[in-house]
């Protein structure tokens, strides 16, 4: 069996994937157990340094062709692959930079009498065979997030990339093996739904990674074998309180950005603004007027700043929702169709019910909504109503607005006069409530991937 990759602009085929069938997966699960068991034979650290650096020098090499193959199994805009595909070479660099920084410590023992004569520290081991499953819309930056810090931290890693975005998986591994790591040491998956499910919940499976839907990341979590541990990061729906009397321009400029890269196809992508009443219409006609603006079409034109939706049935759920907002009394200040089978209009929507899917559920497509309010806690008290929490943000002039926000508003991170989708890959990054499980970022995947070790000395007292 293959997949067929498509271009998601003009969904003109661009490669053929052979799938990986289940015999070959128990294969390789067998062989990544063994390869943890056998300590003689783990990889020393200087040697995953060694590989490492390796990788991101053929990545810094390769940086322009990366970035189009971005482009053409993505849809994402040329500018802003280029983007993710510095990205990824800097998140290599920084499990170069986290196995140096990184280690154990030591433990104090004779904080009572029962320590005295003690001396404990600890070190770092790799936990195990890696199984990592990622999401297509980011579909280089995402797979380095997951196996980067699985080779930085001695684990043999089976990756499974989205069947929409397999190529810079598969060149990213590839770049791997040419760069030295052995090739039983990280493995290309693709594989359909039933076997990436049995590869998942397998009992060899030491370490579970997952970025993709709530609703598949949740159900393979009730389903892991005893003692499998997991990270899962999912999607949100994204708040952001505007103050009183900020300076608009500025605001909106953030908010297009937030909102719109990648045609909102971001799990932290701006969706719900909630605007001081008073300023609501302006502000929603100025946002409005930008969004108008904004350049849509061929993700490979340079000038293009949001591309087509990952596949023409998400095209017709976004249009499907926008539609049920606007039926039930939310106000389309612009946008709000498609404009081809691939392609939707950036949409802003003034004042969309509560009940409704876009204010309840993450849009995944180019639409942000907007919201009056006369009381920032009843804003606050919305924002915080629904069963994700991410990433929000707050634009304010004042100090004590913006650290009201930051202890009141629920998420990992409170971004100040920026937009949600703000990130740097050292940061931690972390989904709460149906959100996600676990932490990520570079650093925190590396030391999620092992086990902190304690060795604990005691020594003899010497004779009297």
Not at 133 to 153: E, G, K, R, T, W
Not at 308 to 329: C, F, M, N, S
Not at 435 to 444: H, R, T
Request: charged share 20%; hydrophobic share 45%.
């Amino acid at each position: 069996m293959k997949t067929i990759v498509h271009n998601p602009f003009d969904r003109e085929p661009v490669a053929e994937v052979p799938l990986i069938d289940w015999p070959q997966i128990d294969e390789w699960l067998s062989e990544a157990q063994l390869l943890h068991r056998d300590r003689h034979g783990w990889l020393a650290v200087h040697e995953r340094i060694a590989i490492l650096r390796r990788a991101a020098d053929i990545m810094r090499e390769r940086a322009q062709d990366l970035a189009l193959q971005i482009v053409r199994e993505g849809g994402k805009p040329l500018i802003d692959a280029r983007v993710e595909a510095g990205r990824a070479i800097s998140s290599v660099d920084l499990c170069v930079q986290a196995l140096s920084d990184g280690g154990g410590h030591e433990i104090p023992m004779d904080l009572t009498e029962a320590g005295a004569g003690r001396t404990a520290y600890t070190f770092r081991e790799p936990i195990g065979p890696v199984v990592a499953i990622s999401a297509f819309n980011h579909p280089l930056n995402l797979i380095v997030h997951q196996v980067a810090p699985a080779v930085a931290a001695g684990c043999p890693v089976l990756i499974k990339p989205a069947l929409e975005t397999p190529l810079s998986c598969q060149s990213f591994v590839s770049i791997l093996h040419e760069a030295g790591l052995p090739e039983a040491w990280c493995r290309f998956a693709p594989c359909g739904n039933d076997i990436a499910e049995r590869m998942v919940t397998d009992p060899r499976t030491a370490f579970f990674s997952f970025i993709g839907s709530a609703k598949i990341g949740w159900m393979l979590r009730s389903k892991l074998a005893p003692g499998t541990r997991i990270a899962l990061e999912h999607g949100g729906a994204a708040p952001v309180i505007v103050d009183n009397g900020v300076e608009r321009a500025a605001v909106i400029a953030s908010l297009l950005k937030g909102g719109f890269y990648h045609s909102g196809q971001v799990c932290v992508s701006v969706q719900r603004v909630f605007v001081p009443a008073a300023e609501l219409k302006d502000f929603a006609n100025d946002l409005g007027r930008a969004a108008e603006k904004l350049v849509v079409g061929d993700p490979a034109d340079a000038q293009t700043q949001c591309g087509p939706l990952i596949r023409t049935e998400e095209v017709d759920r976004v249009e499907r929702w926008v539609d049920e907002a606007i039926a039930a009394g939310g106000t389309l200040v612009c946008g709000g169709s498609r404009l081809s089978d691939t392609l939707f209009s950036p949409t802003v929507i003034v004042d969309p019910p509560e009940s409704s899917k876009v204010s309840q559920e993450e849009i995944f497509g180019p639409v942000i909504c907007v919201y009056g309010y006369d009381d920032i806690d009843l804003a606050i008290k919305q924002a915080n109503a629904l069963p994700y929490a991410f990433q929000a943000a707050v634009f304010t002039d004042r100090l004590s607005i913006a650290n009201h926000c930051i202890q009141s508003l629920a998420g990992s991170a409170v971004m100040v006069n920026d937009h949600t989708a703000f990130r740097v890959d050292w940061m931690p990054f972390a989904g709460l409530r149906r959100s996600g499980l676990g932490v990520g970022g570079i650093p925190y995947t590396m030391a999620d991937m092992s086990i902190e070790k304690m060795a604990v000395w005691n020594w003899p007292t010497a004779a009297s």
